[in-house]
Each structure stands twice: as C-alpha cells, then as structure tokens.
C-alpha cells in the first residue's frame, strides 16, 4: 500500500490515481496526514480493503508522508565507505542527531542554499506507526509503518562548528529533509532490508548503494533508539547515506542554485530538489 499526502489530504496511491481517504471513509479518517499514525492499525486494515473512486493527482501537489513528526531520529556514518570518505574510522556505534521538524517537507520543490557547503545525502527512511519503548530487534519492524526516500541536506560548515560538533543545525535548514514521494508499506518490499538507493546531481550519479549495508539495520536503529526514547506514530528514522557525498570528493563539490538533485530508493520512488540562493547562515 501507497500512502501519500496529496495538498494535504490522506491519500492512498493506486495505478489509477489517489483516493481521498476522508471523503472514501465518510470522516472515519481525518483527512490530515498526520493524525492517520495514531490510528494505525484501524487505518491499514480498512484500507487493505478499500474500493473507491481513484482520481489523477498532481505530483507537485505531494507533501511530507509524515509532515509534523514530533520526532526526527538521524543516523550518521552508518555505512562504512561512507564513514571512511567522511575521515573516519568505521564505528561501532553510529552516531546519532536531529533533523529539527521544520526543515521536513514534501518530495518535490525548491531547495534555498544557505552556504557555500551544502552536500546531498540520500537515505531511507523509516517512518513510525506504533509506539516503540524499549522494543527487541525482533519486534522492530512491526513498529514500522513503511519506509519512503529522504534527503539529508547537509551544510557541512555548520555541520561541523564548534569544539564538539553538533550535528543537527546544519543539517535543518528549511527545505533540508524533503520526504516522499509517498509512504510504502513493508508488504510491499520483496526483501525491505535489502534496497537499492542513489542519488543523481543535474544528471550524474553521485551515490549508488544498497541498505544491505548499513552498519546498523532498521530493526536495529528502531532497538537502540528506543532503549532511550520511546518512538511515536509518526516519527522519522534517517537511517544514514551510502559514499558520494559532495564533501568526500577530490576536490569537493557542493550544491549551487541551478542544480537539480534526485534521490531514489528501488521500490518507493524519487524525490526531487531544484536548488535556488537561499539566505546565507549567519552562524
Ligand atoms: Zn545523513
């Protein structure tokens, strides 16, 4: 099953088109987006067995599958070549920071560029559909609603200031985690953990990797994460980017206004940033 947020109306993605979720449960399900998690469970088993009227929908159109998380989970160094082109060893432990919620958005639009050292990052990202408070590797993937294509934009100077770096503000300027095109859930996968994800500059591939490769697995993120913080409906796991980084070439490269990003996960599909000049940090 296909889950989109289409102008911001609940929306369930057939062959044929969308069909409005409000409208086809006469109000059972609220037509925001973001209140379908809490109910997630009541909302998939009436939908395995939906039969309305699908109607052509506007892919310019589609928002963040989850657009008010009350909590962004991001993953970094978690596959090991892209460890290595960062400068550093391969850890043991990935670390951990947070998109801030108001740079998440739908998959497809303007990217504002505000440096001179913004980078692209595809990831896969899960997305939470049942609270998870100290949840086994085993149970993991049954807290999952489904999984859908991000974009960590990252702007490495800010990324990396101070004595010890704190990740998250140069990783959460607006624009900086689009979402989408839709969510996917796990029955749709042949093997979920196994997924094919790029990612394209004005054409040229830049990333090229598969999630068999993550140091640490979804289940395994879902475990440690919640070993601290319960997860809720809703939230989002970055789960960390493959090498091709901009920062990780000789020389490096980073993002322009004029440049066209796409990102793909095999099985989901492709969100896409046009980048524009944006206002510059002044941190
Ligand atoms: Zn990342």
Redesign the pocket.
Known sequence: MRIANVAGRLTVVTPSGGIDVERASGGRFAADPAAVYARWAEFTAWAAVLDGDATPFDETDLGAPSPRPAQVF???LNYGAHALEAGYDIPEVPITFTKFPTCITGPHGELPIPGDSVDW?V?LVAVVGTRADHVTTDDAWSHIAGLTVGQ?Y?ERRVQTLGQSPQFSLG?SFPGFGPTGPWLVTLDEFDDVDDLALDCTVNGEVMQSGRTRDMLMSVPALVSRLSAVCPLLPGDLI?T??PDGVGSGRTPPVFLRPGDEVVSTVEGIGAIRQRCVVGVHAAV
Do not use: H, I, L, N
Request: proline letters at 0%; glycine letters at 18%; aromatic letters at 10%.
């Open positions: 991001a993953v970094g990052e990831e960590d990252s990783k970055f960390g980017t």
